[in-house]
């Protein structure tokens, strides 16, 4: 790919990005469970359907722009010293920080309630949950799975760029059976949350392999050959009949359509995206609104807006309050105290849109 395509492409990928963050805000905002059917219909295709692009989408995006430098001498060493650099301190920053809040959270409920109160109090969980320290389980703040996944591939990545190099695509088809079974077979609440939490996420290696074979091969000029309707019309289709199988009782292959419309649904929302820079107080937030989101959700979830309400509102209005809040925070910090927020986004959150 020249310059000028690749310029094109991060463009797009910065908007992709910013509208990743804005869906996660909405996978997250079910969370509390579903007070009205409307509203668990909705979670459902909005949350777990159409949403559903988001992680994935920034594996793919690291494994991407992660590629463009293997051809050079000592790439390993320099991609393992900038992610330390843009993701382990904001991981450690925020993971502590989310622990003592939910800590203080936990402790503002429980005032009247003694023993709820002690047995909440474990510093070996704070430590073990609060960074993620634990394999079998998410950190606390829960959206910084993926940091941790990513960090790991990135550690490992000779080993998986040397079997890219040699095997190609045949990589990620091999790890593909295990991604579906652990998703068919593995999951809590009919979602294959295992895949995706565990410490050495199976979903991780696959969409940053095919990111960095994306990069290696001219991806751009392939998919241009396939028309954003079908892309858009195989997705719906999948998403549709993957909610209809959930609702049939039919959880193994509700599970199994729900992890084959991410790549056509990636795709077509990808096509949709313009080669014109969105404004900054959206792009730049992109990083910084995923950080942020999930003290608010977690916030109104133990406080005055859970979803076990039976109003179908209270879904759409945790949207709007935990986007408002959480651009507004991050645009803040942007514009009165940028070194800041340099430091706490590593690196991201000062960007420059249209």
């Given amino acids: 790919m020249d310059e000028d395509a690749y310029t094109r492409f991060s463009v797009k990928a910065r908007n992709m990005s910013a509208l990743a963050a804005l869906a996660v805000v909405v996978i997250h905002a079910g969370n509390g469970g579903m007070g009205s059917f409307a509203a668990k219909m909705a979670h459902q295709f909005l949350g777990w359907g159409l949403c559903t692009f988001a992680v994935p989408w920034f594996f793919f995006a690291s494994g991407y722009f992660f590629a463009r430098h293997l051809d050079e001498k000592g790439w390993w060493g320099r991609a393992v010293r900038t992610r330390l650099r843009s993701l382990l301190l904001s991981y450690v920053f925020w993971c502590g920080v989310f622990a003592v809040f939910s800590f203080l959270l936990d402790v503002l409920i429980n005032l009247s309630n003694d023993k709820a109160l002690l047995s909440g109090i474990s510093i070996r969980k704070l430590l073990l949950c609060g960074f993620g320290l634990d394999a079998s389980e998410h950190p606390l703040l829960v959206p910084f ?156 979830e133990a406080t005055f807006l859970p979803l076990g309400a039976p109003a179908f509102s209270a879904y759409l209005l945790r949207i709007a309050i935990v986007l408002s809040l959480s651009l507004a925070v991050a645009n803040f910090m942007r514009i009165f105290s940028p070194r800041i927020a340099q430091i706490l986004w590593g690196g991201r959150g000062v960007g420059k849109g249209c």
């Fill in 145 to 300: 799975w993926y940091i941790r996944a990513l960090l790991i591939i990135v550690l490992l990545s000779p080993v998986l760029v040397g079997a890219l190099r040699r095997l190609r695509w045949l990589v990620p088809a091999l790890m593909v059976p295990v991604y579906v079974y652990c998703c068919a077979f593995h999951n809590r609440y009919a979602m294959p949350w295992f895949i995706f939490f565990s410490l050495l996420s199976a979903a991780g290696w696959i969409y940053f392999s095919v990111g960095v074979l994306a990069r290696l091969e001219k991806w751009e000029a392939r998919t241009c050959r396939i028309p954003t309707w079908v892309c858009w019309a195989v997705a719906l289709s999948i998403i549709i009949g993957g909610r209809l199988a959930l609702y049939g009782g039919f959880t193994i292959l509700a599970n199994c359509l729900w992890i084959a419309a991410i790549p056509p649904l990636m795709l077509g929302v990808w096509r949709l995206m313009p080669s014109r820079l969105w404004p900054t107080g959206l792009v730049a937030a992109a990083f910084p609104l995923y950080a942020l989101h999930y003290f608010f959700e977690h916030f109104l």
